[in-house]
């Protein structure tokens, strides 16, 4: 049985909280009769072993409950945000046979999808092992969304291994491996998945006060809009034991202020791809941006300053790209970093660095300095062509309050020629209105 040790551990934990959703607190009895119920219902309708189901929902006890079941029943599950739009390319891309939509008050509804008419390689390769499979979509933020295919099996072995668990806010997202890492984390120890729909900074704050949240997985961008937000004084927030961050590099003045407002909270940087789940991790300290990655299944190494990974977890391909992994099995991030003994500093998409006039600058560097400007709420740095340079440096930023944009500018610039060379002062600012950030809570940087 696939799902086997999560039973095991339902069974344990069986009168514990399992999940709580729109203030209705669900025990793993619960969570099992769930469960229990779709396993019928999904053979009732039609719902065929080893067949691609496009799974709409968020966390939810109906979400999770048919999850699992659909593992155990071997199918290639393709998780998708419920009402998100924009997704019938990735809907063909991975040849769903059939959609099951979870809405906002937890209702199902099943419906049938474009039958797939050639077979696809990665899919037979799950069939014949009859393992369940899993799509995900890379967010896109640096360009197209890449579809990776996963044995499902992999990426649950590490949940085999017990470990202590918080009470814990499912901020990710569930068509997002770390919103899924963390369900299953929390799952698996006997723990209680708080979920919700609304993911802005006063309703999470809200949640930590109301159920004593220990551990809120979050993205930087996130932790940004807090800050911003001050939505922190108005709650009691006391309860929270552990931030981790990731999906995308911190911003040095984020972290430090994070801590100053937190400072009996432990910070933890994680690392995880879409391609290969979620490394283990320790951070130097808790306002420190080097951090050591690896652990169980997986091994690094830094080749002309990218970081590759190989990992037991590995996808087995993308539907729609080449392959990014060496010929002998190591994936290529396209993370340039800096190393320091066993600790690695993350400091951009290689993709990302803006070429001037033949010196590299990094767009998250220029970024930590523009956050220290007063008014600044976000900012993104990117290349604009140029003849005699090659490129330019240009910040694209959001206020927090109006201003005139001849005084920003000019302490924009005055500021950055204080701390920066002088070609990577950005020679173009432009203010925009426009949030900078993805349904992920990610950065765009298209």
Not at 40 to 64: C, H, M, Q, Y
Request: aromatic share 10%; hydrophobic share 40%; glycine share 8%.
């Amino acid at each position: 049985m696939i799902t086997g040790f999560f039973y095991q551990v339902f069974n344990e934990c069986i009168n514990s909280t399992a999940i709580i959703y729109k203030g209705v607190q669900y025990s793993y009895r619960d969570l099992m009769n769930i469960i229990t119920d779709w396993e019928a219902r999904l053979e009732i309708n039609n719902i065929k072993r080893g067949e691609t189901v496009a799974l709409f929902g968020d966390f939810s006890p109906n979400t999770i409950a048919i999850l699992l079941v659909l593992i155990e029943n071997c199918n290639i599950i393709i998780p998708f945000k419920y009402g998100k739009g924009g997704i019938s390319d990735k809907i063909n891309i991975s040849g769903a046979n059939t959609a099951i939509f979870i809405d906002d008050n937890d209702n199902v509804t099943f419906g049938d999808l474009v039958k797939t008419v050639e077979p696809i390689p990665y899919y037979e390769q799950l069939r014949s092992i009859r393992h369940p499979g899993l799509v995900l979509f890379t967010s896109g933020s640096s360009g197209k969304p890449k579809a990776a295919v996963h044995d499902f099996v992999k990426l649950l072995e590490k949940f085999k291994v017990r470990k202590k668990t918080y009470k814990t806010l499912n901020f990710l997202l569930f068509d997002h491996w770390g919103g899924l890492n963390t369900m299953f984390h929390t799952l698996s120890n006997g723990g209680a998945v708080i979920a919700t729909s609304d993911r802005k900074p006063d309703v999470i704050c809200s949640y930590i006060e109301k159920y004593k949240i220990e551990l809120l997985p979050a993205s930087p961008t996130f932790l940004n809009l807090l800050l911003i937000s001050e939505a922190y004084k108005h709650y009691d927030l006391s309860s929270l034991q552990l931030i981790t961050y990731g999906t995308e590099p911190m911003p040095r003045t984020t972290l430090e202020r994070v801590k100053k407002l937190f400072p009996d909270v432990r910070l933890q940087q994680t690392y995880g791809l879409i391609e290969l789940g979620v490394l283990r991790s320790r951070s130097k300290d808790d306002d420190s941006l080097w951090v050591k990655i690896g652990g169980e299944g997986y091994k690094t190494r830094v080749v002309d300053g990218l970081l590759e990974i190989k990992a037991e977890s590995a996808m087995l391909g993308y539907l729609n790209a080449p392959s990014p992994f060496t010929d002998d099995g190591w994936f290529k991030t396209g993370d340039q970093v800096e190393v320091d003994g066993e600790y690695i500093k993350i400091l951009g998409r290689k993709s990302e660095i803006i070429n001037v006039g033949g010196e590299k600058v990094y767009p998250a560097e220029v970024e930590n300095v523009i956050l220290d400007v007063n008014n600044v709420a976000e900012v993104t740095v990117y290349g604009e062509k140029n003849d005699m340079v090659g490129n330019i440096v240009c910040a694209k930023v959001r206020l927090i309050k109006a201003e005139d944009k001849y005084a920003l500018t000019l302490r924009v610039k005055k500021y950055c020629k204080q701390t920066l060379d002088s070609f990577k002062v950005p020679v173009k600012i432009i203010i925009d209105d426009n949030e900078q950030f993805n349904e992920r809570f990610k950065k765009i940087r298209q």
